[in-house]
């Protein structure tokens, strides 16, 4: 074995370990893992983290015989992989693409259990008294209790979507706002989205951030209630802290 093989299978693992303890750094300093999974895991990393770093500690080359052979090193090249493969990750969140692709209409836009899908759709026996000042509330607190709101004044913040398919979920409108909830990570998000009536909606790009301002409504359509906020006011804004609903 030459000396370049031998420093390589000294220094492989201290240098793997190092990288890896380094990334989660990044990525907690950063909050870039918010980008795919719920905040709350931010702990879990931070002990990664950790973890790593005395992993690169332990592996440091010392006076005592340490023997590695190819077998090892491509185990531990295994371990590159993951972080070739967060470095490659794309620097925005979840958009339209990712919508069209899991949007399965209103019927699965709850946050809850199916079997109370049918109550959170209900109608109340007593709604709540008239209130006229807008209630800024998120998707999903829309979608858990449609009827608590429904003729109210409310004001979301959504990303806009343009997309003729709609149509086919929201009684002929093509345009709607949507955010995903997010349990664990992106890979489990559901779009969870109401359609937006405006004049001022055409001017909106497709993945815009957006504050609507407007009444709510369920209309009737395809036999169920369609969610629309009517009479709506768009604004652009700049993307939230935290895109994802929890």
């Known amino acids: 074995m030459n000396t370049v093989d031998r420093f390589l299978l000294r220094w492989l693992g201290p240098v793997l370990f190092g990288a890896w303890s380094a990334t989660l750094l990044y990525l907690l300093v950063t909050g870039k893992y918010t980008l795919f999974m719920r905040p709350v895991f931010g702990l879990l990393l931070t002990l990664a983290h950790f973890i790593a770093m005395g992993f690169m500690i332990a592996a440091l080359p010392s006076s005592r015989h340490t023997h590695m052979d190819m077998g090892g090193v491509q185990r531990a090249a295994v371990l590159v992989v993951p972080i070739l493969y967060l470095a490659g990750l794309p620097g925005n969140t979840l958009g ?66 343009h997309d003729k398919k709609l149509k086919a979920y929201f009684g002929n409108r093509e345009t709607a706002v949507y955010r995903f909830l997010v349990t664990c990570c992106v890979a489990d998000a559901i779009p969870l989205a109401v359609a937006v009536e405006s004049d001022q909606v055409g001017s909106m790009a497709t993945d815009q951030w957006v ?22 006011a768009v604004f652009p804004v700049d993307v939230p802290k935290a895109p994802y609903l929890y």
Do not use: C
């Open 96 to 161: 339209s693409h990712a919508f069209t692709n899991r949007f399965v209409g209103t019927s699965g836009m709850t946050a809850m259990n199916p079997g109370d899908l049918e109550s959170a759709w209900t109608p109340p026996r007593e709604l709540p008294s008239e209130n006229q000042t807008p209630r800024n509330l998120t998707l999903a607190e829309l979608v858990m209790k449609p009827y608590l709101y429904n003729g109210r004044p409310i004001i979301v913040t959504a990303m806009i979507v």
């Open 211 to 232: 504050r609507v301002e407007g009444i709510f409504h369920l209309r009737e359509a395809h036999g169920g209630p369609v969610p629309v906020i009517e009479d709506a």
